[in-house]
């Protein structure tokens, strides 16, 4: 399945108990996929966690839509895309949302 994500910039109720949602579309139809940071050597593996992936787009990068505190720059993450498995590393931070991070990534080769 495919989405279109949005961030909600405003909303607003009326007196007739309507409601108006200003939205940002994110660029590219987003891919629901699993992600969790590689471990040390040494330490225990993370559990996966749900993200989204953007594709790259004539106006944006290929960005991951993270859940708060995964992004560090340069962090590499094993991500789960239906039933592959790849390594990425987090390069730039593009924008910090309520309850997300947007950043750019590039696959590695394992």
Known sequence: RQFILCDIRWLMTGIDESISIGVSVLPGLAQGIALRP???SNAA???FTQAFMLPKTPVSEATLILPIGIYQQN????IRIEDEVKRARLQEHVRRGFDYDRAVFVFENI
Request: net charge negative; glycine share 0%.
């Open 45 to 47: 593996a993370e559990s």
């Open 75 to 78: 962090r590499v993450l094993e």
């Open 38 to 40: 590689l471990a040390a």
